[in-house]
């Protein structure tokens, strides 16, 4: 039993072991980068907010476009390209500031494309970067006078390079995305 003991732990077999632990530490990230590539590469999830203001006022305040700025901080421009803004068919190009509290900010030029607009019950946008592509589903639901619920499902298709850092970002892009749903409740209920 001795033996068998010592011939599997002899120094030659250790020493060969040891020589493959550096092949091993650097084929786990490019397992993880090709797993992320191949598997991955999109996100998807919903977020819902409560605002206490007229049904009405909501939808209204929500689909005027030179109201943006006033709760999507880093807005530079919303330009109309084509149809009639926010509804179906409609096509505009937004050029937003991301990260702007941070050291690093970043311009961002993306199409917003109207698929569907149902309001109350639903509307469909797509926001391309060309890097990124989301799907956003939202509706509103009247929960009272001065009560209404605002839901949101995102839908994220990345590209191959985006794949691996939305892998890594995906709890900032929920946060980032919820941040300006809270805005909007704030800059409605102070309106």
Do not use: C, W
């Amino acid at each position: 039993m001795k033996e068998v003991i010592q011939n599997l732990f002899s120094k030659e077999k250790v020493r060969n072991i040891l020589k493959k632990i550096p092949f091993l530490i650097l084929l786990f990230p490019i397992i993880l980068i090709l797993y992320i590539i191949i598997f991955k590469g999109s996100l998807s999830y919903y977020e819902d907010i409560i605002i206490k203001s007229n049904f009405e006022d909501v939808i209204e305040l929500h689909e005027n476009p030179s109201l943006m700025k006033n709760y999507m901080p880093g807005l530079i421009s919303y330009d109309l390209i084509k149809g009639e803004s926010r509804k179906t068919g409609a096509v505009a190009e937004i050029t937003v500031i991301f990260n702007t509290n941070e050291s690093v900010s970043r311009k961002i030029v993306m199409n917003e494309e109207v698929i569907l607009s149902n309001l109350p019950n639903q509307k469909i946008i797509i926001y391309n970067t060309g890097a990124v592509k989301n799907t956003i589903s939202y509706r509103f639901i009247k929960m009272g006078e001065n009560k209404t619920q605002f839901f949101r499902s995102h839908e994220y298709e990345f590209s191959t390079y985006k794949k691996v850092s939305s892998f890594f970002m995906s709890k900032k892009i929920k946060r980032e995305s919820y941040t300006y749903l809270k805005n909007f409740k704030k800059f409605v209920e102070n309106y």
